[in-house]
Each structure stands twice: as C-alpha cells, then as structure tokens.
C-alpha cells in the first residue's frame, strides 16, 4: 500500500487547511486510517483516526472541535479538515493505514504518507 498526503502549506492562526491522503495498491476499504503529526524536536503523536467504514472516530483532545476527519471509500481517499489553526499545531503531517485495528496508537499503523508540511503563522 502507498499513501501519498497533500494539501500542507503556510496559513495565519485561525485560518484552515485539508489535507488529503490517497492510497493505491491496496484494499483500503477495508482498514483503519489515522493522521499523525511530529513537530521538530518532538515524538509523533496521534491527531484523529476513522475506522474501515468511517462509523466511528477519533480525535486527539487538542484537536477535538477543530478537526475532523473523513474518508471517501470510492476515491481511495482520508482527509483532515482543520479549522481555527494555532501555531502549535504546525508540524509534518502524516497519515496512515492500519490493517487490523484502528485508533491513537502509532504502532496500530503498518503504512505510512510521506508527511505534508503545515505551518501556522502567529
């Protein structure tokens, strides 16, 4: 499976950005997606994850009200709309594919996007 994120870039604190993962060589229908981010000099951590069906999701506390995320099974498509950015928020985005299981756990996660840059300007 290959996941390929899109859609980072530079805006203003309180602005918004969507990102966008496509995935190819694989049955994504099937699995768990999760978006991660790591800032320089910190660990990767958890921002929101959507089970096979998007029935149920997930969200990092600091983020819960201001992303959400959304799969299009049809288009092989996760996305992370984000509203209201801080500059904490900015960091490298990435997403990721879990073939059994789901959920904030960065080792739940065998596939991995090559990350997307977001920067919030304060």
């Known amino acids: 499976v290959q996941l390929q994120a899109s859609g980072g870039g530079l805006v203003q604190a309180g602005g918004s950005l969507r990102l966008s993962c496509a995935a190819s060589g694989g049955s994504f229908s099937r699995y768990g997606m999760g978006w991660f981010r790591q800032a320089p000099g910190k660990e990767r951590e958890f921002v929101a994850a959507i089970n096979w069906n998007g029935g149920m999701t997930t969200y990092a506390d600091l983020v819960e009200g201001r992303f959400t995320i959304s799969r299009d099974n049809a288009k092989n498509t996760v996305a992370l709309q984000m509203n209201s950015l801080k500059p904490e928020d900015t960091a490298v985005y990435y997403c990721?594919?879990?073939?059994?299981?789901?959920?904030?756990?960065?080792?739940?996660?065998?596939?991995w996007g090559q990350g997307t840059q977001v920067t919030v300007s304060s």
């Open positions: 990721a594919l879990a073939r059994t299981g789901w959920g904030a756990r960065v080792a739940s996660y065998e596939y």
